[in-house]
């Protein structure tokens, strides 16, 4: 993607995220973001076909870049550029979210939050379905894997929502240590996941 493309969806993109601390998404307009990103029209919709493509596509690339930031064990800007990335991918999700370098946690509390919990689970579940097919199957083998792969990512949201609501009072390796203890009974989180 050319640069001039890139630096109009970043504008549209940060637009966006500015009211969506003001209202719902579903009560903004596409006038309201191409005001606020000081793009024209024609410029938006040479970008995005509707307003919840560009919903999609920013929950896409955020999303995108948090798991495969996770996934990555060479990954060394922020937090890791003078130390190597955590073996478990989790505790790595829980340092980038706490590093939240793109804003991710407001998008997670603002007013069309459920949204964005949604787009943020389904790239979690492609994570952890990746991570089970590779698996030793233990005492879950005859358990669903789409029951497997929601129950963890569904409490590893509540996990991170849990911390919010607490105003994020717990380091990133003490909330690993929760996680792992709920899930613990349920699927062994070994060192690499």
């Given at each position: 993607?050319?640069?001039?493309?890139?630096k109009t969806?970043?504008a549209?993109f940060?637009?966006?995220?500015?009211l969506?601390?003001?209202?719902?998404?579903?009560?903004?307009?596409?006038?309201e973001?191409?005001?606020e990103a000081?793009?024209?029209r024609?410029?938006f919709y040479?970008?995005?076909?509707?307003?919840?493509?560009?919903?999609r596509e920013l929950?896409?690339?955020l999303f995108?870049?948090?798991v495969?930031?996770a996934?990555?064990?060479?990954?060394?800007?922020g937090r890791?550029?003078d130390?190597?990335?955590p073996?478990?991918v989790f505790?790595h999700?829980?340092?980038h979210?706490?590093?939240d370098?793109?804003?991710?946690?407001?998008?997670?509390?603002?007013?069309?939050?459920?949204?964005?919990?949604?787009?943020?689970?389904?790239?979690l579940?492609?994570?952890v379905?990746?991570?089970?097919s590779?698996?030793s199957?233990?005492?879950w083998?005859?358990?669903p894997?789409?029951?497997l792969?929601?129950?963890?990512s569904?409490t590893?949201?509540?996990?991170?929502?849990?911390?919010?609501?607490?105003?994020?009072?717990?380091?990133?390796?003490?909330?690993?240590?929760?996680?792992?203890t709920?899930l613990?009974p349920?699927?062994?989180?070994?060192?690499?996941?």
């Amino acid at each position: 993607m050319d640069r001039r493309r890139q630096k109009t969806r970043e504008a549209v993109f940060a637009a966006l995220g500015r009211l969506l601390k003001q209202k719902s998404h579903h009560k903004i307009t596409v006038q309201e973001i191409i005001d606020e990103a000081n793009v024209g029209r024609t410029t938006f919709y040479a970008h995005f076909e509707t307003k919840d493509d560009l919903l999609r596509e920013l929950c896409e690339e955020l999303f995108a870049h948090i798991v495969d930031s996770a996934l990555d064990a060479a990954h060394t800007h922020g937090r890791y550029s003078d130390a190597p990335a955590p073996n478990s991918v989790f505790l790595h999700l829980f340092q980038h979210l706490e590093q939240d370098d793109r804003n991710v946690l407001e998008l997670l509390c603002c007013k069309s939050s459920d949204l964005f919990l949604r787009y943020f689970k389904d790239s979690l579940n492609a994570m952890v379905r990746s991570w089970l097919s590779g698996a030793s199957h233990g005492e879950w083998e005859d358990l669903p894997e789409d029951f497997l792969v929601n129950h963890i990512s569904s409490t590893f949201v509540e996990t991170v929502l849990w911390w919010l609501k607490n105003r994020r009072k717990q380091a990133p390796e003490e909330l690993m240590r929760y996680f792992g203890t709920v899930l613990g009974p349920v699927v062994a989180l070994e060192d690499e996941f």
